[in-house]
């Protein structure tokens, strides 16, 4: 059986494969040496190249037969539409009980498991923060991966993203993506308008922008501090009749922020239906 110990093969070492190698390598207990590592991808980026010249980390151009007979772990990191034709591939010389993960967006179980027959399969969405160790993979696996010693061996693999949860229904997968895997995006924006807002008001742009970003980090470090939940915190923050409840009002009235939000959530799950579907060949 494999495991974290054996060889691993990235494929794909962009931002977020290149993080998630960087992880492995800097964990001092269950982390995976330099050389059970091979990148593989014809143009790493930067991160990738940091870690070629800092570990000695191998890195070939592409992912040839000989190369995927002697991973124990291969780590799907691909632009989806590359996906299918890259497994196939490879599919004769996979070891039979090589564990794939897969965080290439979109890329359902069944795509995975057409391009590599019989493997244990976990499907994973991390979003934009793993880059940094702060994110979140949602992960879901396919029958002949969801064993115990599988599903640990996964989430060491992903834990130097962040959390690490886990779902038994891949339809649930387009909701999640629609909420953590494009949310950072949302926050974006919403700092953007915030900060937008703050100028309007007569704020000099800088320290406009400086506002709005420290407000919205320093709100997620409260909640990710455990000091309550979001609607807790809220409530904290709100003197009634004060100022905060009367921009609370306007953001609430007529549906405003809440159905918005509901809005762009239902929207981004039918858009991943979508392309799941595509990538499917549905």
């Known amino acids: ?72 772990t291969l780590v799907v990191a691909l632009k989806p539409d590359l996906v299918r034709t890259a497994l196939s591939a490879i599919s004769d010389d996979l070891p039979a009980d090589a564990l794939v993960v897969s965080i290439a967006a979109g890329v359902p179980l069944r795509t995975l498991a057409a391009a590599l027959p019989g493997r244990p399969i ?16 949602v992960c879901v696996a396919n029958e002949a991966a ?7 061996q996964s989430e060491k693999l992903l834990k130097p993203a962040g959390l690490v949860e886990w779902i038994s229904d891949e339809r649930m997968m387009d909701a999640v993506t629609a909420v953590s895997g494009s949310g950072p995006a949302y926050v974006f924006l919403f700092t953007e308008a915030l900060a937008a807002a703050a100028e309007a008001e007569g704020l000099p742009r800088a320290l406009a922008v400086t506002l709005a970003k420290q407000t919205v980090i320093g709100a997620g470090a409260m909640m990710k501090a455990g000091l309550g939940e979001p609607d807790e915190l809220r409530r904290n923050v709100t003197s009634p ?42």
């Open 1 to 72: 059986m494999a495991d974290t110990q054996g060889r691993i093969g990235l494929l794909g070492a962009g931002r977020m494969g290149s993080a998630l190698a960087s992880g492995w390598l800097r964990k001092t207990r269950g982390g995976v040496s330099a050389d059970k590592i091979v990148l593989i991808d014809p143009r790493p980026g930067v991160g990738a190249q940091a870690l070629i010249e800092q570990y000695g980390v191998t890195c070939a151009p592409a992912l040839t037969g000989d190369i995927a007979s002697t991973l124990d």
């Open 122 to 137: 976990v499907r994973a969405m991390p979003n934009t923060p793993a880059a940094i160790g702060e994110g979140v993979s």
């Open 146 to 152: 969801d064993t115990r010693a599988l599903i640990r």
């Open 241 to 282: 009749n004060g100022t905060t409840q009367a921009g609370l009002d306007a953001l609430m009235s007529g549906g405003g922020l809440p159905g918005l939000v509901r809005n762009a959530v239902a929207a981004a799950e039918r858009r991943g239906r979508q392309m799941g579907a595509q990538s499917a060949g549905d």
